[in-house]
Each structure stands twice: as structure tokens, then as C-alpha cells.
């Protein structure tokens, strides 16, 4: 092998990803252990990555902070020219009241308590007042002289939206969906209550919590609701490509093909190529692709700890909390079989599992489990130890508020 | 990285001809001859097994382990064609991080009887001052090269693949990351001749 070869085909860096054949990679070995100068570049590269990689959670959260930034500045656009085509439009249906006061659909009362909470109201914009939460849709809607009220049922599988605009016959109000600041009037549910925006402002890269306020049976206070909110919010765990050839101790207990030189043989062989598309479905954040795929990788190898772990925090970013506790109860079955790395307390997946599953817990208003788990995350070793003990603090100071209130509840 | 010159054949067989000699020394029981094998090829050993196991304390103790394993060789004789010393060197190296990695076994039953070898302080020191260089290089690049660094080194993607997702042409990712792989290496080329 000559030095040419190493600059040209950039070998460094395919070596240290584990992109060279074995022939290739003994070739490299051999070479860099004659020549100090490529010696230095392998180390070079080397060092970089590693650096890289420890980094590799802040370079990802810094550049999803300037992708959000460029949302939200066109997001801030739009909702300016609504507000902007919603003005016009209260203007109009006022011109042409006063022209023609007997034919026209007057504005409720109410109205003016709508526009009162417009976003030109002088309040700071906050969580609990934001437009979106007090606005009228109907209301704001029936100042146009040409929406009368649907005759439609408001009800059933389907109902309308109550309204229909410009007279039309025949055609259901359901498809005049009337959008205002991203929500529209349309029923999410079935035969049941119109579905509300959620009031609070989840920070980029959160979810919030599927219905923290409706299926906890602990909860008494508004503060306590908060708190829970906050508490069962989901941070994406990292993932960090380590290369198709990874041989850390961890990934080694997991695709022994991989280690052996013999993949697609072992059922986590047939699961990898499943998993790695799922992770990179995963770091774009495309949550419900990585929930597929992962769910294919799960069927060729069950007890893949890496596989069940994202495909219960997948859906845990998807407001799956019920769906996500059997995959990561999985890891932790899994885990809890293997003595040798319960023994050693080796397992990297145990303390995410059960911290994650506490998250699932506290979302579906299990807080007796929620704190076993998070007992559990804080007393093992890793980098969630100091979270899982701040949450468990905080989770006990709830449950300890709320037992005086709630003396019937089913999780003492 | 294209900027340094390759190495002229010649450097090579010279490199050769050192070999040679060193492994007749190393056979005829000289122990000075040991310990400058130990310094020739310490790094490189480190650097296979680093990239073989990507642990490092694992690849610490295997460079050890490799190195001792060597020596035992050399002095009994073992290696037939001392011309082809590099690839006897890998070679073990190969095998006893294989071993390794499937027995997990992080020490081997090698031992040398009075001069086991040990960590260099000033290899150690040497390789925080490479780290903390790094990181500085790192800290001056702008976001956009660290992401490129990332999603290439890191992540594995190829430069296509970047470039699709930063919304940047293929050529401008090529040249971004080359230039700041290239920073680094000549720093590094720097302080290693310091």
C-alpha cells in the first residue's frame, strides 16, 4: 500500500469506520506501522472522532435549535398574515352589516370578548394566555355574512364543523376546515368533546405527555397537573453511530454475528440493516418511521435490548405511553436474564429503560410505578443517575402533596 | 490530508532495513533493542487496537499485551522474515485483539517476567496534549464543519449523504471537511516534530 492510496481514497477515515475489507484493513495496519507520517494522520482522524463523538448530543441539539429557529420564523409569517386576513375579514362583515342589517347573521355577544383576547390584547404572551386557547372559532367565523350554521348533526363519527360557508348545498361543513394559528375546528375524537390545543409550550424537541391531566388519578392541584407535565416530559434519548463493525462490550453482547465475521446469520444480524434505518429515521426525528422499522427489527430479534429500548421511547415520543412499557419492561427482562451483566451491572440499557419507563408511567398516571422505576434508574450507575434522583425528589414531593387529597386513590 | 508528501520508497526500505537489524538484535538478547521496538511501535499498535475494540482502556491494556507478546517472539526466534517485521507486529496484533474481542478477556495470561512494560507518562501526557488541541481546533470551527465532521467521521455518511442533509453541495462539504481534517493533521504533524 502506498501513501498515494491512503490520501486519495481517504482510508483513514473509512478504516476507523470499519469500511475497509479484512485484506484492506491488514494492508492499512501494516502500513501505518511502517510510515510515522500516516501513522499521525490515523491518528489525527482518530482523535477527531472520538472528540466528535463525545460532542456529538451538543452538535446535534445546537443544530435542531437553529432548524427550530427556521421554523419558527415562517411560522411567525403565517400567523402574522392570519391575524392580518382575520382583521380584514371582521372589517368586511362590519361594512356590510351596516348595509344590510336584516339579511346578515349577527356577531354574538361574545365577540368582543373574543377580540379582547386577540393577540393584540396588551397581556405578555404567555403559556395559559395564548390567543389560540380563548379564541372563539365560530364566533370569529360567523362576522362573515355569507357562514350560516350548518344543519348538519354536530355529532356522531363524523359531525360537522357547525358551520357553512357561502351557502353551499349539499356538501358538508366538515371540509370548510377554518385554520387558526395551526388549529383547526375539525373533531379529533369520536362522539366526543372538540378537541382543545394543548395550553402549554412544550420546548423544542419535547413531547409532552399523551393526557397527564386526564388518566392521572393522583392528581389534585393545577400546580400538581404542572408539575406532572413536566415531570413526563420525554427528552429524545442520543444516538451516536459508533460504525457497522462496533466491538464495544455492550454492542458485542448484542450482535455476536457481527463480532464473529458472520452477519446475517444470527437473528440480530437480520434485525441490524432494520435497526440502522430506524436510527436514522430516529436522529431526523421522524418517530413513527423509526417505530415501524424498529417494530420489524423486534420480530427478528425480540430480545435485542438496543432494539426494544428505542422502539419504547419511539412511541413514548409519540404519546404512546401504554404501547412503550411492554418493549422497555423487554430490556429490562433481558437484561435481568443475562447474570453475568447483572452481576457486573454492565448493562448500558438498564438505567435508560427503567427511567424511561418511569416517564411512561407518570404519563399514564401510575405514579406508584413511576417512582419504583425512577428508584431503580437513580441507583444505577450512568449518565442518568443525577436526573433520575432530581425526578424521583420531585415526583415524591407530589405524590407526598396530593396523599392528603386524594385518600382513595388507587396508588398510595 | 493530501498536502503532505507521500513517503519516497527509498524511506521505506530503509524503514526495512532497520527492522531487520532490529529483530537480530532483539534475538541476540540485546534489551536496548526492546525498549526501542517498544518506542517504534507503540503508537501504531495503539492506534490497531483503538480502532479494532474503539475502548480505550481496552486498547491500553491490549497494546501492552501485544507488545510483551512481540517481544516473547522476537527473542525466541519466531519471526522467519524479520524483513516483514510490520507485518508480524500486525498480525499478532490482529489476533490478540480478536481473541479479545471474543472472549472479552481483558487480561491476558502473558506476562514478562521482570520488565513488564508499562503506560509511558509522557505517551500519556503527550496524547491529552493531542486531545486538548483538538478540542480547540473544534471550538474554532463553525457549526456547519462540526456537523460535516460529525455526520462523516462520526455517523459514518458519506459526503452525498451530508450535503443532502445540510442543504450544501457536494463539493462544498468535500472541501469544508477536508480543510479542517487537514487543519488538524498539521497541527498534529507540528507538535509531534515539538
Redesign the interface.
Same mark, same amino acid.
Request: proline share 2%; glycine share 6%.
Given at each position: 500500500m502506498q501513501c498515494q492510496e491512503l490520501h486519495r481514497d481517504e482510508l483513514a477515515e473509512k478504516y476507523l469506520n470499519g469500511q475497509l475489507d479484512p485484506a484492506a484493513q491488514d494492508g492499512f495496519e501494516v502500513h501505518i506501522l511502517e510510515c510515522v507520517r500516516c501513522l499521525r494522520q490515523v491518528e489525527a482522524v482518530q482523535t477527531l472522532r472520538q472528540e466528535l463523538d463525545e460532542r456529538a448530543h451538543q452538535i446535534r441539539a445546537y443544530s435542531q435549535v437553529e432548524h427550530s429557529r427556521f421554523h419558527w420564523k415562517w411560522v411567525t409569517v403565517a400567523t402574522f398574515s392570519l391575524v392580518i386576513c382575520g382583521l380584514g375579514a371582521i372589517e368586511l362583515g362590519r361594512m356590510k352589516s351596516s348595509k344590510s342589517a336584516g339579511t346578515h347573521v349577527s356577531a354574538p355577544a361574545s365577540a368582543a370578548s373574543s377580540a379582547s383576547s386577540s393577540p393584540s390584547s396588551s397581556a405578555p404572551l404567555t403559556a395559559d394566555n395564548r390567543p389560540v386557547n380563548s379564541r372563539n372559532y365560530i364566533n370569529f367565523t360567523l362576522n362573515e355574512s355569507r357562514v350560516t350554521r350548518d344543519k348538519a348533526l354536530s355529532t356522531g363519527s363524523s359531525p360537522g364543523t357547525g358551520l357553512n360557508l357561502k351557502g353551499q348545498k349539499g356538501q358538508r361543513a366538515r371540509s370548510n376546515l377554518v385554520t387558526v394559528d395551526g388549529a383547526d375546528a375539525t373533531d379529533n375524537s369520536v362522539n366526543g368533546v372538540r378537541s382543545s390545543v394543548s395550553p402549554a409550550v412544550a420546548p423544542s424537541g419535547e413531547v409532552p405527555p399523551a393526557s397527564a391531566k386526564s388518566q392521572t388519578p393522583e392528581i389534585g392541584s393545577d400546580e400538581t397537573a404542572k408539575e406532572l407535565f413536566r415531570l413526563g416530559t420525554v427528552q429524545p434519548p442520543p444516538y451516536t453511530f459508533s460504525g457497522f463493525a462496533s466491538s464495544s462490550g455492550h454492542r458485542a453482547s448484542l450482535d455476536p454475528g457481527a463480532l464473529s465475521g458472520k452477519p446475517g446469520r444470527s437473528p440480530n444480524s437480520q434485525a441490524r440493516p432494520f435497526f440502522r434505518d430506524a436510527m436514522d429515521a430516529y436522529v431526523d426525528k421522524r418517530y413513527a418511521d423509526a417505530t415501524d422499522l424498529l417494530e420489524q427489527a423486534a420480530k427478528a430479534a425480540p430480545n435485542a435490548a438496543d432494539v426494544n429500548f428505542y422502539l419504547g421511547v419511539c412511541r413514548l415520543l409519540q404519546a404512546k405511553p401504554t404501547d412503550s412499557i411492554a418493549p422497555l419492561q423487554a430490556v429490562l427482562v433481558n437484561v435481568n436474564a443475562n447474570a453475568e451483566a447483572k452481576a457486573n451491572d454492565t448493562s448500558p440499557w438498564a438505567q435508560a429503560a427503567h427511567f424511561y419507563l418511569a416517564k411512561a408511567y407518570i404519563q399514564i398516571g401510575d405514579l406508584a410505578d413511576a417512582e419504583a422505576q425512577l428508584q431503580s434508574a437513580a441507583t444505577l450507575t450512568g449518565r442518568l443517575s443525577a436526573e433520575a434522583s432530581s425526578e424521583l425528589t420531585r415526583l415524591q414531593a407530589v405524590r407526598a402533596r396530593e396523599k392528603p387529597q386524594s385518600p382513595g386513590s388507587p396508588n398510595p | &490530508?493530501?498536502e503532505?508528501p507521500? %513517503?519516497a520508497a527509498a524511506t &521505506?526500505s530503509e524503514?526495512?532495513a532497520a527492522a531487520v537489524v532490529l529483530a537480530q538484535r532483539i534475538l541476540a538478547g540485546d534489551r536496548s533493542a526492546e525498549d526501542e521496538l517498544v518506542s517504534t511501535?507503540h503508537? +501504531? %499498535?495503539f %492506534? #490497531?487496537a &483503538?480502532?479494532?475494540?474503539?475502548?480505550?482502556d481496552a486498547a491500553l491494556d491490549l497494546t501492552q499485551e501485544i507488545l510483551i507478546a512481540i517481544l516473547k517472539a522476537l527473542r525466541s526466534g519466531q519471526l522467519r522474515e524479520s524483513a516483514k517485521l510490520?507485518?508480524f #507486529?500486525? +498480525?499478532a496484533? $490482529?489476533n490478540l485483539i480478536n481473541n479479545y =474481542? $471474543?472472549t472479552?478477556a481483558h487480561h491476558a495470561e502473558v506476562e514478562l517476567d521482570d520488565e513488564a512494560y508499562s503506560a509511558d507518562p509522557v505517551e500519556e501526557l503527550e496524547s491529552l496534549e493531542? $486531545?486538548r488541541l /483538538?478540542?480547540r481546533e =473544534?471550538e474554532s470551527f463553525s @457549526?456547519t464543519d462540526?456537523?460535516i =465532521? =460529525?455526520l *462523516?467521521? %462520526?455517523? +459514518?455518511h458519506s459526503l452525498a449523504e451530508v450535503a443532502q442533509r445540510l442543504n450544501l453541495s457536494h463539493e462544498a462539504v468535500r472541501a469544508r471537511k477536508s480543510r479542517a /481534517?487537514r487543519k @488538524?493533521?498539521k497541527?498534529?504533524?507540528r507538535m *509531534?516534530q515539538t
Open positions: - | &490530508m493530501q503532505e507521500p %513517503v &521505506m524503514a526495512n511501535y503508537r +501504531g %499498535v %492506534v #490497531i &483503538m480502532a479494532r475494540t474503539r475502548d480505550r510490520a507485518a #507486529i500486525q +498480525g496484533a $490482529r =474481542l $471474543r472479552k493531542r $486531545r /483538538v478540542q =473544534l @457549526i462540526r456537523q =465532521l =460529525l *462523516s467521521l %462520526v455517523d +459514518g /481534517v @488538524i493533521t497541527k498534529f504533524a *509531534s
